[in-house]
C-alpha cells in the first residue's frame, strides 16, 4: 500500500486505464480466450487483421505482422530476410533479442561501437556484400539514450544499405505525434523496417510486431519460424492494444503529459546534484557508479514507499551501475516529486550526495 512503481514499461500508464481494459473485456466476451492455433491455420480473426491493419497505418508503413511478443519478432526477421551473401550491421549495445535473432541467421555480421558512426561507416565499407542492413535500438533501455537516426540513415543510402529499428522504448511517445524515434529525427521515409512491442506503451499485456514494405511482410508471413509456429496473440490482448493505438491516434495529450513529468524529475533530479544518463527520455538512470550503493540505494528507496530497481555488471558495464527510474504519465507531480525527495534522503544517508 502508498508504494509508487518508478520502474515499469508502462510510459502511458495506459496498462491501466479504464477504455483499454473495457476493450480487453468486450473482446474476451466477443471472440474468446483465445485461438488454439498459430495464425495461418484456424488463428486469424477480424481483430488480428484490423490490428495489422492500424499497426501499419499509426507508423504510416505499408503492413504489418503480429507475433507473441517482440523478442519473437526480432527471433524471426534476420533468419527471413538475410542470406549467407547479406550482412547485418548492429549497435554493440543493442537489446539481448536482437542479438539472438542475428545469431539464428547466416548472413555475415557486423558489431560497431555503441553510435559510432565512424566505425559503422568503416564497417560498411568491409561488408562488401550482396545486401546489408544496419540494425540498431531507436531509444537504448539501459541508458535511455537515442541512436542517432539521421546519420545512419545517410550512410545506409551512401552504402545502399536497408535500416531496421526496434522501437520498443519509444513506439506512442517519442516524436511530435509518439510516432518513434523516426519521426522524432525525422527519417521516417528513410527507415525500412520497424519492430516494436505491445507490452510496453501500448497498453503494456504483451505482443509485439514488425512494420515496413508490404513485399517484406509478406516475405516474414510465410517464413518467419516464430509466427508460424507460435500460437496466435489472445483477443483480450488485441483488444488492449489496439484501443491503446486508438487513443494514442486521437490525441497527443497523454504522451505530452508524460514528456512534462520527464523534465520534471530530470530537472530536479540534477539540481539536486544527482547524474541523469540520456537526454529528454522517460528512462531516467541515475548514475551511481558502485554496484552496493544502487542496491542499498533501491532498498532504502522501497522502505520509503518508492520502488526502484539498481542495475549493475553484467546488465550494465562494470563501475557503471545505477537505478533506472521510468517515468509514467500516470505519476503525478506530486509523485514526482515524492520521488526526487526520497532519492535526495537515501542519497545524502548513502553519501552518494554531499
Ligand atoms: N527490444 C527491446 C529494446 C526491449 O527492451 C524488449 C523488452 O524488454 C524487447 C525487445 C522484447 O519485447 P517483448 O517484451 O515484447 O518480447
Redesign the pocket.
Known amino acids: 500500500a502508498g508504494i509508487l512503481n518508478f520502474c515499469a514499461?508502462n510510459y502511458l500508464g495506459l496498462s491501466s486505464h479504464p477504455e483499454v481494459i473495457r476493450a480487453a473485456v468486450e473482446a474476451l466476451e466477443k471472440f474468446g480466450a483465445g485461438l488454439s492455433s498459430v495464425r495461418f491455420i484456424c488463428g486469424t480473426q477480424s481483430i488480428h487483421k484490423d490490428l495489422e491493419e492500424k499497426i501499419a497505418r499509426f507508423h504510416q508503413r505499408e503492413d504489418a505482422i503480429l507475433y507473441a511478443?517482440?523478442?519473437?519478432?526480432?527471433a524471426g526477421i534476420f533468419e527471413a530476410l538475410l542470406t549467407p551473401e547479406d550482412a547485418v550491421l548492429s549497435d554493440e549495445l543493442?537489446?539481448?533479442?536482437?542479438i539472438d535473432g542475428i545469431r539464428l541467421c547466416k548472413a555475415n555480421k557486423y558489431r560497431y561501437k555503441h553510435m559510432d558512426m565512424q566505425d559503422l561507416e568503416a564497417k560498411l565499407q568491409d561488408a562488401q556484400v550482396q545486401r546489408r542492413l544496419v540494425a540498431t535500438?531507436g531509444a537504448?533501455?539501459m541508458d535511455g539514450d537515442i541512436a542517432p537516426l539521421r546519420e545512419i540513415c545517410q550512410l545506409a543510402q551512401k552504402y545502399d544499405a536497408l535500416v531496421f529499428i526496434?522501437e520498443?522504448?519509444a513506439t506512442g511517445f517519442l516524436g511530435p505525434n509518439g510516432r518513434g524515434t523516426d519521426e522524432l529525427l525525422g527519417v521516417m521515409d528513410k527507415v525500412t523496417i520497424i519492430?516494436s512491442?505491445?507490452?510496453?506503451a501500448l497498453g503494456g499485456a504483451?505482443?509485439?510486431y514488425t512494420t515496413g514494405p508490404k513485399p517484406l511482410i509478406d516475405l516474414l508471413r510465410q517464413r518467419s519460424r516464430p509466427y508460424l509456429f507460435s500460437n496466435s496473440l489472445p483477443p483480450a490482448v488485441v483488444g488492449c492494444a489496439s484501443k491503446a493505438l486508438d487513443l494514442l491516434m486521437e490525441s497527443n495529450a497523454i504522451a505530452q503529459s508524460m514528456a512534462a513529468k520527464t523534465q520534471r524529475f530530470r530537472s530536479k533530479m540534477t539540481a539536486a546534484g544527482f547524474t541523469i544518463s540520456g537526454k529528454d527520455h522517460p528512462i531516467c538512470p541515475v548514475m551511481l557508479g558502485d554496484a552496493r550503493l544502487a542496491a542499498v540505494m533501491a532498498e532504502d528507496m522501497l522502505n520509503r514507499g518508492i520502488y526502484v530497481i539498481g542495475f549493475s555488471y553484467p546488465v550494465v558495464p562494470k563501475g557503471k551501475a545505477r537505478i533506472r527510474v521510468q517515468i509514467s504519465a500516470v505519476h503525478s507531480d506530486e509523485d514526482i516529486d515524492r520521488c526526487v525527495e526520497a532519492f535526495t534522503e537515501v542519497g545524502r544517508k548513502h553519501r552518494a550526495l554531499p
Open positions: 514499461n511478443s517482440c523478442f519473437d519478432a526480432n543493442n537489446h539481448a533479442s536482437i535500438d537504448f533501455s526496434d520498443c522504448h519492430n512491442t505491445l507490452g510496453k504483451a505482443g509485439g
